[in-house]
Nanobody, 119 residues
Framework: QVQLVESGGGLVQPGGSLRLSCAAS????????MGWYRQAPGKQRELVAS???????YYVNSVKGRFTISRDNAKNTVNLQMNSLKPDDTANYYC?????????????WGQGTQVTVSS
């Protein structure tokens, strides 16, 4: 049973920083891609950042230069360092892990952690 547990969300002032962490109940080496999505009220869930097993990272344009994604295979975690936070970054952030099984992609999700950027 795969479980993803997020932590690190909270309330921060504009310009501040937060570090989100996602801990997996299994070895993350099985996931060819892991990432962070976010969903703000009334908006669709969007991919914020992702990272492959090889370390290739993707960032949505709005967070480039501010957010950094990393994966720690020894600790089975994927982290998102968020700097220079803006009110538009306010959302519920979800950890995602993608596994390839029988030529199908299986997505696993965490429960989410709230990030609120406000003065």
């Amino acid at each position: 049973q795969v479980q993803l547990v997020e932590s690190g969300g909270g309330l921060v002032q504009p310009g501040g920083s937060l570090r989100l962490s996602c801990a997996a109940s299994v070895s993350i080496s099985r996931f060819f891609d892991m990432g962070w999505y976010r969903q703000a009220p009334g908006k669709q869930r969007e991919l914020v950042a992702s990272i492959t097993t090889g370390g290739s990272a993707y960032y949505v344009n709005s967070v480039k230069g501010r957010f950094t994604i990393s994966r720690d295979n020894a600790k089975n975690t994927v982290n998102l360092q968020m700097n220079s936070l803006k009110p538009d970054d306010t959302a519920n952030y979800y950890c995602n892990a993608r596994d390839a099984r029988d030529r199908m992609v299986v997505d696993y999700w965490g429960q989410g952690t709230q990030v609120t950027v406000s003065s």
